[in-house]
């Protein structure tokens, strides 16, 4: 069954560093643009990373400094570090694929992230 899988997220003290992860399952992630959204409660979800095939990053201005997207090919896996968390870093968190030829586009479950004291 095509799918991604997101896992890592967790309650988290203010300050601290966090590595959000998305297994690829039936699909090759390496072939496709990955990115991570994240959606606040009440807020549309929002892009907050992305690579693409050729490994080309780029990052939400509102989190650019603290967090660094990678891709492991061999693990088939995403990776999404957050470090000097803060409370409004309170989101869940999702993996998305897009194809860079086509329409198809690919969600994960997404995994809750909790900053608070």
């Known amino acids: 069954q095509v799918q991604l899988v997101e896992s890592g997220g967790g309650l988290v003290l203010p300050g601290g560093s966090l590595t959000l992860s998305c297994v690829g399952s039936?699909?090759?992630?390496?072939?496709?643009?990955m990115n991570w959204y994240r959606q606040i409660p009440g807020k549309e979800r929002a892009l907050v990373a992305a690579?693409?095939?050729?490994?080309?990053?780029n990052y939400a201005d509102s989190m650019k400094g603290r967090i660094t997207i990678s891709r492991d090919d061999a693990k088939n896996t995403l990776y999404l570090q957050i470090s000097s968390l803060r409370p409004e870093d309170t989101a869940r968190y999702y993996c998305?694929?897009?194809?860079?030829?086509?329409?198809?586009?690919?969600w994960g479950q997404g995994t809750q992230v909790t900053v608070s004291a």
């Open positions: 998305n694929l897009e194809s860079e030829y086509t329409t198809w586009k690919l």
């Open positions: 690579i693409t095939s050729r490994n080309r990053t």
């Open positions: 039936d699909v090759v992630l390496s072939k496709y643009t």
